[in-house]
């Protein structure tokens, strides 16, 4: 079993920025890990994820504002968020799917969930 644990969510201004964190509980050998988002009342939806060949996918409305990383070393995966939105308001997830992943924003692709952390951007 593999737990996660999201952090660095906070209420900032409409063009701010933030930086999630997201530690895994132990190494996953050539894992897929992913980055999602649920609103009130929505469907939680993939923004960013990364392959076990360092391969990233966005989606359309994050490009260019949003960059996913991680640390192997360090059990982390990140979420670097400028120029913020009001609509970027959100609950913040991340995800990870073991060994014979696939690069994907679906959330049916993984199998391991932290429990969130909250993003509030005033405008």
């Known amino acids: 079993q593999v737990e996660l644990v999201e952090s660095g969510g906070g209420s900032v201004q409409a063009g701010g920025s933030l930086r999630l964190s997201c530690v895994r509980s132990?190494?996953?050998?050539?894992?897929?890990m992913a980055w999602f988002r649920q609103r009130p009342g929505e469907e939680r939806m993939g923004i960013a994820a990364v392959d076990s060949n360092w391969k990233e996918d966005y989606e359309e409305y994050v490009k260019g504002r949003f960059t996913i990383s991680q640390d192997d070393a360090k059990n982390t995966l990140y979420l670097e968020m400028s120029n913020l939105k009001p609509e970027d308001t959100a609950m913040y997830f991340c995800a990870a799917a073991p060994f014979g992943c696939y690069l994907s924003l679906n959330r049916i692709s993984y199998n391991y969930w932290g429990r969130g952390t909250q993003v509030t951007v005033s405008s």
């Open positions: 132990k190494y996953m050998w050539r894992s897929c």
